[in-house]
Nanobody, 127 residues
């Protein structure tokens, strides 16, 4: 049984930064396509960022390009989402997702592409 655990969320002022982490318990991330999604209050879950199994390809939602960076930990079973220049509209529950299906990566990723999800971490950006 694979469990994904997000951490790093919190309350931050507009213009600030946060780094979200996603760790896997039960399986290595080394061959997994990974994604970050978010669900703003009263809205549907939306794609934020994706990264291929080897880190060679990344993609981002237009709303976060140039501000967010997805990366794989080089020596840890962890995937990160560095969020800079945060805006109030970035307020959402952020979810980590993983898939071990070969050749899955595409741009953009879709929620239905992923079979494993974390429980989510709240990010609140105050104006």
């Amino acid at each position: 049984q694979v469990q994904l655990v997000e951490s790093g969320g919190g309350l931050v002022q507009a213009g600030g930064s946060l780094r979200l982490s996603c760790a896997a318990d039960g399986r290595t991330f080394s061959s997994a396509t990974m994604g970050w999604f978010r669900q703003p209050p009263g809205k549907e879950r939306e794609f934020v960022a994706g990264i291929s199994w080897n880190g060679g390809s990344t993609s981002y939602a237009d709303s976060v390009k140039g501000r967010f960076t997805i990366a794989r930990g080089s020596a840890t079973n962890t995937v990160y989402l560095q969020m800079n220049s945060l805006k109030p509209e970035d307020t959402a529950v952020y979810y980590c997702a993983a898939s071990w299906v070969d050749g899955l990566y595409r741009e953009p990723m879709r929620a239905g592409d992923f079979g494993f999800w974390g429980q989510g971490t709240q990010v609140t950006v105050s104006s």
